[in-house]
């Protein structure tokens, strides 16, 4: 495989020896490649590149954090070639990067029948299915044979996102009134009408403004290739094909990662944010969660006295603030994934509650034993004098774990129901509410039992 | 759509009805529905629905944590028959799940075929490409001509898992030379031979042990609708449909939230894990970090003076460790994930150290100031009362926060290149292990800060 520093070599020697070089290349691992140079070199390279492998390159879901700056570096009437030729999805991709002043301007460069298509799609939001379908697909009318579909197949395979899902319609209408699989059209009758190969059942459809995360676990659960997104007449306006949804599983997974890790998801891979954005994107939930984190300082000025009594009690804060965050997040990232995967239902909420409460006493009962032998066992090995009332100082500790334990198991599942519920997607607040959440109410707990325990003696 | 509780009716009616209600339905949704029934009465559906059907949905991922529990309450030969017509990939994946002394005794049930297969696929981790391939494929000889190999697709369509991808082998060795799209094939010529159709570059291929991530990433750069398994000798030994990595990704994205919070990932649904199971999985991660965060008790018996002379250092600890924590944990999930996306290589971990530590010192100025100015702000409208030092108390917050905040930048994100670099997965012991270390260190920055500025004053 060519890398970018060859093809940087290659574009200063003569055009024969760089086509040579990229001819044994895939478009993917062309694009990879351009990924890493500056635009101003990748550009050059687009524009020295043959025309339909230059399409191919640009049409690479890898290159689409590039392809903005590329475009705008490269000769205006040779980018709108370029774009006129990519698919309607990946169009779509590369506008909606483009500032809203050049978008105009670039527009006028492309055909009509683009600039038409295009304008549509980009009236979707980009994380429905609208956002992510292609509208170049394959149909037929009702009345086909079998033998003219294959025909059409031949002529057309490649033009066409995929071939490998055909959509027959109604003549008059345009509705949708069945899909066939390739592999069905393949194997039947060359005679038989399109109508009548495959299953009867009603296709599985989406509408345009079906989140594409449900796309995805549709694709995923009836094994399909493609979904077809219908309108209200069930007129088919695109399709969504596997590639889109592999494509979207990796980008919610990444963001499903840097939500849960306390950040607005970035846009883009880590490498190619400025440290600008990097700090915009970090910055806002760390001041957020800062800012909530303060009641935890609130709260300690009312267990002031007892502090300044009883100093051995700060001793145990962080560990005991730790456990409720810990037992948190873990039912957090438990209820999170499950409702994600329609596991359990928003209405479950009572049942899984009556399961996470049993289950946090006894991870709090573990803890608690675990907090205070070890208390215990320091004072009689003598590596630490907790004072004469050790014993009540390691019961405060045991006792409080599991109180913090079971209420962090407790908030950590019950939070995701609640913002799903006033319509807040689970994954990108749960955690760090949680922690907020659990750490100010632990607090609250530990000092509650240490004055109910250590009143009269301590406090 | 039925559901379950209607199939269990129906299970007591008489089996026409019971077949017309099902006739209705996709196996995808047999399947879910089965899943939500006890295994009991699953197992008596299973046997009462016709035998394809029983079979499809048998095939069905959704199920795979039920079956075999199914399998083990079904008459033996039933469910030797029925595991006989499954899928290569789903017989193994059933396999792996039924406890070694049962499937010596299936094992001999199953044809002599199946059990031979099945033997070879099980000796595969389950996280590999070949953990997770089919051996029904489809190959032809490369002197094979178009019209041929269109007759064989239309012939043996219904067997295999996909006749999408056509592995071209070398007739005396059996090595793949070739792959062609069904699509290339159904618009070439006829009469052209098959290895002159397509694309003549070298197929992509993994080998049995790629990691099955390493798969998904492939078959998503190329758009691939599966990939070839290939022995030593270049043989084709199985394939990975897109399907199987849809599955994959799902899974993976799972078990990366489930690790993310803290826990070992859950094999099956919530739901359908015992609580004693949950525990097990749970308990082990909060012990483990329960003992580590011991470490912070140990740490504050050093400042155990500092915090009896200025009780009000121990009112700012909470607040303080969570910012340490919360930055750690965004560096953390932005380098798992650029790692996992081969965005960062190990070796670029002084790059990203060097761009780490501004941008954390940035945020931890940002946080400090704000800190800095809800102390001086509280006292000064009298909300409470920080002593006559306040300002020294507001600055050495202030610096703390600065300090803290830079270095859980820097530890979070370095510490995921550590992880990789002695061999252990990043994302499944990252974020846990960076709250303990930045916790421990965040207390020793607040203190010696605070013995710094307070030293003469408070301290």
Redesign the interface.
């Known amino acids: 495989m060519k890398h970018a520093p060859e093809l940087l070599y290659l574009l200063h020697g003569d055009a024969e020896e760089l086509n040579e070089a990229v001819s ?1 290349m ?1 478009a ?1 691992d062309i694009a ?1 490649a351009l990924r890493d140079l500056p635009p101003d070199a990748s550009a050059k390279l687009m524009t020295a590149l043959p025309f339909n492998l230059a399409v191919k390159v640009f049409d690479e879901p ?1 290159l689409s954090h590039s392809r903005c700056e590329i475009v705008s570096r490269m000769d205006e009437t040779k980018a709108g070639n370029l774009i006129d030729a990519m698919s309607a999805d990946q169009q779509a991709d590369l506008f909606r990067e483009i500032p809203q002043t050049e978008r105009d301007r670039l527009l006028t460069r492309l055909s009509e029948p683009t600039r038409a298509s295009l304008k549509k799609l980009l009236e979707y939001a980009p994380e429905t299915a609208a956002g992510i379908m292609t509208t170049e697909f394959l149909s037929v009318p009702a009345s086909s044979t079998v033998a003219e579909t ?1 025909d059409l ?3 057309v ?2 033009e066409k996102e ?3 899902a055909i959509y027959v319609l109604d003549p008059a209408t345009h509705s949708l009134l069945h899909v066939v699989a ?3 059209l ?2 039947a009758s060359r005679e038989a009408r399109i109508i009548e190969v495959g299953s009867r ?1 009603d296709p599985v459809t989406v509408v345009p403004g079906t989140d594409r995360e449900d796309v ?1 676990r549709l ?5 399909l ?1 493609a979904v077809p997104v219908v309108d209200d007449a069930k007129r088919v306006i695109g399709i969504v094909t ?2 889109d ?3 979207t ?2 980008k ?3 963001e ?3 939500r ?4 607005e998801a ?1 846009d883009a ?3 190619r944010i400025g ?1 600008g954005g ?2 915009k994107k ?2 806002g ?3 957020a ?3 909530s ?2 009641l ?2 609130t709260a ?2 009312h267990f ?1 006295t007892e ?2 009594k009883a ?2 009690l ?6 005991v ?3 409720g ?3 948190g ?2 039912a ?7 409702l994600a ?1 329609r ?2 239902k928003v209405s ?1 909420w009572w ?2 509650a009556m ?1 996470e409460l ?2 946090g006493l ?2 709090g009962a ?2 608690g034993v ?2 205070y032998t ?1 208390i215990i066992l320091w004072q009689h090995i003598h590596f ?1 004098d907790y004072g004469v009332h050790y014993q009540l100082v390691a019961l405060t500790i045991g006792t409080a774990l599991l109180g913090i ?1 079971a209420f962090g198991s407790l908030a950590g599942s019950m939070l995701p129901f609640l913002l799903k519920r006033v319509g807040v997607d689970p994954a990108s607040a749960s ?2 509410f949680v ?2 959440l659990v ?1 100010v109410t632990g ?1 609250v707990i530990y000092f509650s039992v240490a004055y109910v325990i250590l009143r009269g003696t301590l406090l």
């Open positions: 044994q895939r993917e990879v890898e294959l197949i031949g002529r395979a490649k995929t071939v490998y390739l592999r069905e393949i194997s059942r995805a694709v995923s659960r009836y094994n290739l596997v590639d949804i592999i494509d599983l990796v919610e997974q990444t499903d990662v840097q849960f890790g306390g950040m970035l891979p880590y490498m440290m990097m700090i970090r910055a939930w760390l001041c969660l800062f800012v984190e303060m935890t300082a300690m000025q002031n502090i300044a100093t051995v700060a001793m145990f804060i962080p560990l603030m730790s456990s965050g810990n037992s997040s873990q957090t990232s438990l209820i999170i994934r499950a995967l596991e359990v479950d049942r899984i399961r049993p289950t006894i991870l573990i803890l675990i907090g070890r630490y334990v955690a760090p922690a907020t750490d607090l």
